[in-house]
């Protein structure tokens, strides 16, 4: 069965970095795109971007460029997003989410758990 | 890109139906059939209930169901239960080959 298992929670300061990893099992990893939304406390879900796992090459959303980075290692099925420069206002739950067959960042049928990232002095 | 406007909250009693609409614009909503509905419980992670505007995955409960006129899709979700209390997310294609979100609504089963 199609698993997304996600690292677990995070406490940093902030100016920090962070790297929340995905780790995918039961599919071939390499034919369907990762993508990644997040959930700010009593927030609702934010689409962050998405990385094609056959190429490598990411799309970032409006306000995700500069500090958010998404990465793959294929060789153990694990998609990667990493924060630089911490702010207060990053604490959050980060999910990855499996692009539907088809429709890469539009529909997403399986989700990670989620992962706590909190941000704070 | 704007978030997809939804109701903060709608409530029913069991047995009855609801309908949460998401607004957009010709640039979302309004101009792709690529709109879907996820389904939050407390603490759980968002899960696909329907696709395509009104189409379910596979195993998702046929009380589930989408429409759209114009600007504005709609979920149903006919004989309500207590287990569909959850939070509603609406999404939509746009025309930025991006993904945007609604706000979410409250369902509250009373």
């Known amino acids: 069965q199609v698993q997304l298992v996600q690292s677990g929670s995070e406490l940093k300061k902030p100016g920090a970095s962070v790297k929340v990893s995905c780790k995918a099992s039961?599919?071939?990893?390499?034919?369907?795109?990762m993508n990644w939304v997040r959930q700010a406390p009593g927030q609702g879900l934010e689409w962050m971007g998405w990385i094609n796992t056959n190429t490598g090459n990411p799309m970032y959303a409006q306000g995700f460029t500069g500090r958010f980075v998404f990465s793959l290692d294929t060789s153990v099925s694990t998609a990667y997003l990493q924060i630089s420069s911490l702010k207060a206002e990053d604490t959050a739950v980060y999910y990855c989410a499996r692009g539907a067959e088809g429709y890469s960042y539009i529909y997403f049928d399986y989700w990670g758990q989620g992962t706590l990232v909190t941000v704070s002095s | 890109q704007s978030a997809l406007t939804q109701p903060a909250s709608v409530s029913g009693s069991p047995g009855q139906s609801i309908t949460i609409s998401c607004t957009g614009t010709s640039s979302d909503v309004g101009g792709y059939k690529y709109v879907s509905w996820y389904q939050q419980l407390p603490g759980k992670a968002p899960k696909l209930m329907i696709y395509d505007v009104s189409n379910r995955p596979s195993g998702v409960s046929n009380r589930f169901s989408g429409s759209e006129s114009g600007n504005t899709a709609s979920l149903t979700i006919s004989g309500l239960q207590a287990e569909d209390e959850a939070d509603y997310y609406c999404s939509s294609y746009t025309s930025s080959r991006k993904t945007v979100f609604g706000g979410g609504t409250k369902l509250t089963v009373l």
């Open positions: 039961g599919y071939i990893f390499t034919d369907y795109a």
